[in-house]
């Protein structure tokens, strides 16, 4: 499966002043799948370290790095074939289990360039921040983000036949404000469900494809959320772990009420802010949810109106909150799952393909009465969206806003076709991907 981000590691590749590239993301998300691909499709030869348990490996680094042509020359001979300057591709996995081999990304960077050097990290914010032993390379490496598979991508994998053409037709006619013939639409809003399903981890839309079976996607995404708490259970206190079990697992019953505002004594009764910060913080570090902070004002920059104590949490990727949720694939299917667990699953996709396009997601209310789903900082201009799961247009949150900060554009998110009408753009949940 095609992933964009491979056009970006391509692009680094043929970097005049590249540096050593670290790929930052969850687990499962593909980081190593993507730096395999680019090693045996760009690369004369690859050479793959994966460093999470392995002490030999991990050695080698620890005894000091001084020279590091005697440390390729090192690893060339740990695994038995040789490491040629710009000709094989060093691919170092899960790197934040050894301190000192990102210690020596500075070294390579400045005196072994010529060596390609890529980095894969799924804990790496929880490791540089909890062991003082890291010495961070800033401004010596490049940085990545890499996020589950976009609704974008999905397209791009299950619609083999015909992908350019439904791409190029949605990001023309957001552009233009054109319609998309009605038969396209309602096609697109069917893959939407579909995605809303699967989601966007690799190995589930895999299985998706290859099966068409929903049973199995789910099994598939239940096995990664258990990935992710025995990571929680390994790299934590017992204490630690069960206080970060807990906030995850709460984060379904979070969001299925009418102010997803996330509140802490959901997750146990009487538990505070400072009882489960620290598990919050976890979270986010390993990249499993998406914080999004209210913005008091709706005024440039929206980073200087944060309110840090009023926030929702989504998880990082749709499929595994409608799984782990156990919404019912028919009821999506049909649209027929009622409640706020609707409005709060096309929530969580809106904020996810926000964030997949670099785009951080506020929310922003006036005294308790209107609520915004989701302002956005595009250049110098603010943005305000309004989300729907289906074809309403009322808008009185998006008009209250608009009026009270002199906004001239805006954004609806819905099941309607493309459009544009009183300053407001009609966007079609299966183009939120075209937001750059």
Same mark, same amino acid.
Not at 80 to 90: A, C, D
Not at 101 to 111: D, H, P, S, V, Y
């Given at each position: 499966?095609e992933?964009l981000?491979?056009k970006?590691l391509l692009?680094? *590749?043929?970097?005049? $002043?590249?540096?050593p &590239?670290?790929i930052?993301? %969850? /687990?499962?998300v593909g980081?190593?799948?993507?730096?395999?691909?680019?090693?045996?499709?760009?690369?004369?030869s690859?050479?793959?370290?994966f460093?999470?348990n392995?002490e030999e490996l991990?050695a080698?680094?620890? *005894?000091?790095?001084s $020279?590091?042509?005697? &440390?390729f020359?090192?690893? %060339? /001979?740990y695994?038995?074939?040789?490491?040629?300057?710009?000709?094989?591709?060093?691919i170092?996995?899960?790197?934040?289990a050894?301190?000192?081999a990102?210690t020596?990304l500075?070294?390579?960077?400045?005196?072994?360039?010529?060596?390609?050097?890529i980095?894969?990290?799924?804990?790496l914010g929880?490791?540089l921040f909890?062991d003082a032993?890291?010495?961070f390379?800033?401004?010596?490496?490049?940085l990545?983000?890499?996020?589950?598979?976009?609704?974008k991508?999905?397209l791009m994998?299950?619609?083999?036949?015909?992908?350019a053409?439904l791409i190029?037709?949605?990001a023309e006619?957001f552009e233009?404000n054109?319609?998309m013939?009605?038969?396209?639409h309602?096609?697109?809003?069917?893959?939407?469900?579909?995605?809303?399903?699967?989601?966007g981890?690799?190995?589930?839309?895999m299985e998706y494809i290859?099966n068409?079976d929903?049973?199995?996607?789910?099994a598939?995404?239940?096995a990664?959320c258990?990935?992710?708490?025995?990571?929680?259970?390994?790299?934590c206190?017992k204490?630690?772990a069960m206080?970060?079990?807990?906030?995850?697992n709460?984060?379904?019953?979070q969001?299925?009420?009418e102010?997803?505002?996330?509140q802490?004594?959901?997750?146990?009764s009487g538990?505070?802010?400072?009882?489960?910060s620290?598990?919050?913080?976890?979270?986010e570090k390993?990249?499993?949810?998406?914080?999004?902070?209210?913005?008091?004002e709706?005024?440039?920059?929206?980073?200087?109106y944060?309110d840090?104590?009023?926030?929702?949490i989504?998880?990082?990727?749709?499929g595994?909150l409608?799984?782990k949720?156990?919404?019912s694939?028919m009821?999506?299917l049909?649209?027929?799952?009622?409640?706020?667990?609707?409005?709060?699953?096309?929530?969580n996709?809106v904020?996810q393909?926000l964030?997949a396009?670099?785009?951080?997601?506020?929310?922003?209310?006036s005294?308790?009465?209107a609520?915004l789903d989701f302002?956005i900082?595009?250049?110098n201009?603010?943005?305000?969206?309004?989300?729907?799961?289906s074809?309403?247009t009322?808008?009185k949150?998006?008009?209250?806003?608009?009026?009270k900060?002199g906004?001239?554009n805006s954004?609806?998110?819905s099941?309607?076709?493309?459009?544009?009408?009183?300053?407001?753009k009609s966007?079609?949940?299966?183009a939120?991907?075209?937001?750059?």
């Amino acid at each position: 499966m095609e992933r964009l981000i491979e056009k970006e590691l391509l692009k680094w *590749k043929n970097k005049p $002043d590249r540096k050593p &590239l670290m790929i930052h993301g %969850a /687990r499962q998300v593909g980081k190593t799948h993507s730096m395999l691909k680019l090693g045996k499709e760009q690369y004369k030869s690859y050479a793959y370290f994966f460093f999470e348990n392995n002490e030999e490996l991990k050695a080698i680094f620890n *005894k000091g790095v001084s $020279d590091i042509h005697v &440390l390729f020359g090192e690893l %060339a /001979r740990y695994i038995g074939q040789e490491i040629k300057p710009k000709e094989t591709l060093v691919i170092f996995d899960e790197i934040q289990a050894c301190p000192s081999a990102i210690t020596a990304l500075k070294r390579i960077q400045e005196t072994a360039n010529e060596y390609h050097v890529i980095c894969g990290g799924s804990l790496l914010g929880l490791a540089l921040f909890r062991d003082a032993n890291y010495s961070f390379p800033v401004g010596k490496i490049d940085l990545l983000n890499m996020y589950p598979m976009s609704f974008k991508e999905f397209l791009m994998a299950t619609q083999a036949e015909k992908p350019a053409m439904l791409i190029d037709t949605i990001a023309e006619n957001f552009e233009n404000n054109t319609q998309m013939p009605n038969h396209w639409h309602e096609f697109l809003l069917q893959q939407y469900k579909k995605y809303l399903i699967v989601g966007g981890m690799p190995e589930c839309v895999m299985e998706y494809i290859k099966n068409d079976d929903w049973n199995t996607v789910k099994a598939k995404q239940l096995a990664i959320c258990e990935v992710y708490t025995n990571d929680m259970v390994k790299y934590c206190t017992k204490t630690e772990a069960m206080k970060n079990i807990a906030t995850y697992n709460s984060i379904p019953s979070q969001l299925a009420r009418e102010n997803r505002k996330f509140q802490f004594n959901l997750i146990k009764s009487g538990a505070r802010s400072k009882d489960f910060s620290d598990s919050l913080f976890w979270l986010e570090k390993a990249n499993i949810v998406i914080k999004t902070l209210k913005v008091k004002e709706g005024k440039m920059p929206l980073g200087f109106y944060e309110d840090l104590l009023s926030f929702k949490i989504y998880m990082a990727d749709v499929g595994l909150l409608t799984a782990k949720g156990n919404l019912s694939p028919m009821s999506i299917l049909s649209g027929d799952f009622g409640g706020e667990s609707k409005g709060a699953v096309t929530e969580n996709y809106v904020a996810q393909e926000l964030t997949a396009n670099s785009k951080k997601p506020y929310f922003w209310e006036s005294n308790n009465t209107a609520e915004l789903d989701f302002v956005i900082q595009l250049d110098n201009e603010i943005l305000p969206i309004e989300t729907k799961s289906s074809i309403s247009t009322k808008s009185k949150s998006l008009d209250l806003f608009r009026n009270k900060y002199g906004i001239k554009n805006s954004m609806r998110i819905s099941a309607k076709n493309f459009g544009f009408e009183n300053g407001i753009k009609s966007v079609p949940l299966y183009a939120v991907w075209c937001i750059k």
